[in-house]
């Protein structure tokens, strides 16, 4: 008898586990889904930028001016459980600062040099990180300073003064979009 509590018990346990599983694998599809689509929103205006002006002088201005309204535009858009939001350990708009949680989910990636999505649990429901790597067309705006057009760097600059967001090299972590979801 108590031999089939005990297989009962875990039989149930097993089945809970499960469904959590289940539960975090589908908030974060659902979550990944639309941080693909919010960057997909973005990443055009930033080539058609760039292609008009391939220093990124120009390209700084469009960000500078619309970077933060294309994100508020994109939340209207979402559930009001959810949220998304870019951030870096190298960070150029204050705005986009990290958190602990942040900084934490970081410099993990970094560490194990994996640059695959993941799905935390918070106190007030889950969070959703997907990595954003350093690719050529990046270099423009977040490369070498040295090797920036002084145009460029000229207009980080002056919107930006304590920008830590140069220095990136292909295949760098540049930073996050993360989505967090309340439950
Ligand atoms: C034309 C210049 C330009 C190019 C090219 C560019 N960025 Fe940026 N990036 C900016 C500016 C300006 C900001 C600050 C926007 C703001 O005010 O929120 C920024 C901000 C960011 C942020 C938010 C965190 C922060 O630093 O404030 C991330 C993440 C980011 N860029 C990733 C990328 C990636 C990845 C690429 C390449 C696919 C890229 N950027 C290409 C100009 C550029």
Known sequence: MNKLLIISTLFLLGGCVNINKEDTYSIKK????????????????????????????????????SAQQLTKNYNKTLSSNMKIRRTALGYRNPLNKPDDIDKEVMNKMMGSKTMTPVIIKTTDGYRVYKPLVTLQMCLACHGDINAMNPKTVAKIKKYYPNDKAVGFKLGDLRGVVVAEIKK
Not at 33 to 58: C, M, R, W, Y
């Open 30 to 65: 659902e979550a990944l889904l639309e941080i693909d689509d919010f960057v997909n929103s973005i990443k055009p205006l930033l080539i058609a930028s760039l292609k008009q002006d391939h220093t990124g002088a120009s390209g700084i201005d469009m960000c500078s001016a």
